[in-house]
């Protein structure tokens, strides 16, 4: 443990999405109708996919992180709702390739939309989105803006090919996990974050805090995935438990598992990883391997220490009511690993 | 036959790609340029296979007519070249996923990327490139021009959609099939035609007319693809010959032979197409059907009409080396067909 003030943070506001919700309401309201216009088409498949899977249970904390971030900074003009919407479709593009790619057929505990509708229309239903959400951006009209965003698309794909390359891969350090989720998830959120000061015309300081604020979040909000896909500490085994382990993604706990591997647990992790052959009571085999070595506690440990960096990098901002909401939700995105 | 200049243009010009790539070479090689740079990545799987695909014989058409619009208009910038530059990766990026989507073995005579590399990486590496295309558009820096090609983006996603439902449908019409390809791939062309004229701040008549030269000009290209997946009127079977009748896609020449099929041909395109069941003489079956019923003869003879509509799109401009190569390609899109 780090002592880090995370449960502090969270017992001052005890609810701190509904608190951030509610002082966005108005944004994430006009939000959610840009998303449904752009996601209309005379091509009734595409909206009838799109709605199922943005309403599926997203919590839409990326684009509450760009709406909140320019509001903190007393931006008061539009743009940054369409951003808002853009950073949304982008990663709901992403989840709908990524299940492709990972021939997935859950998500978020109900059937993936390859699972329903079949890999083709996933893919170009993707596409779609993906290009929808790019003439959201121009409605914000900043083409610096539209280099982030575009820039962080590139590093998305980037970093979804160097994890498909860690599959089954026990060799994986986590210096090189580290890397692979800086990419495939922290790109998103910092420039969620920081595509707001760029369109408020902040200086460059402020532009750069809150992609530090972004990056740091999306890299804690990733840690306590990871860990909550084998039951978080309390090893309550939820409706996504067990997705990684299935499809061998070695994530942070098992790369630190495997640092201190006995030669038993080597070959556990070489049959159930590498072979694939896995039978009913390994996924309960690996949580007591992880525990055994402290590995979802130390996981959990690094994602407190991002998330208090997030915080941390609020500090150059004045307080007000917007920057101490983005601070408590650094500590929220931590506290659902309890 | 209707009459059209097209064998006299070709003739008067008798290589009309390399009239063209001679004008446009020095702007055409820095095109390329940008390409291999801005493929170019630390995961050495994506420029391996995107370098793969790009360099696949790919004929640069659609770059082509953006340099060639933008030096007809007198543009003097170098925006032009970053322009061509993301029309050329969306239309690579769209062709990796489309060989996803109907989970094609080989793409002009050569292995499919999805084959070598399969459909994971094909799919993100298809993400890559269509983010890198977006930052190429933020270089030169018109949000109009991007919002042009960021719609087509979302339009050809739409027409695959929409023909994804008509595979295999042989009550398919001639009008769907000709609204499918004016969005898969007429939208394309007409977006990197009209994304110069933007670019060159010229008026809403001069962006109208190449926007009207491309789409014209992408749907004679298409036409003559489809007949020549028959082999043409020559019937002569290429490398690329009999891909649409194997994977059942419903096409402008088969359209109409449906609408002229005795019970007997009837009964073939249910067994070939909705039954997909297909045996080794069934391509030339095909064939003969559709001479039969003049049908690839009629597909080439709209491809003809659609290029002349392009070449008279080109009338609103003063006749120029340019004019006149943008012209002779129309007549060669067409052409490449006998």
Redesign the interface.
Known sequence: MNGLPAKTTAEALPDPVTTLMALAGNDMARVETLLTERMG???A??PELANWLVNAGGKRIRPLITVSAARMLGYEGDGHLALAGAVEFIHT??LL?DD???DSALRRGKESANQVWG???S??????L???A??L??DA?S?DA??VL??A??I???G???Q??MVRDIATSREAYMEVIDAKTAALFAAAARVSPILAGRPKAEEDALNTYGRELGLAFQLVDDALDYGGLAAILGKNTGDDFREGKITLPVAIALERASDEERAFWQRTFVDGDQNEADLDEAIAILKHHGALDETLEAARGHAQNARSALSVFPENDWSQALSALAGFVVDRAY
Do not use: Y
């Not at 893919?123 to 779609?128: N, T, Y």
């Open positions: 088409s005379p091509v498949l595409i593009a992403t390739h492709v790619v990972d890999n083709p229309h893919v170009l239903v993707g596409d779609f993906f290009a929808q790019f003439t951006m121009v009209r083409l539209l280099h575009s820039r698309a590139a998305i794909a980037e979804e090919v160097r498909l390359s």
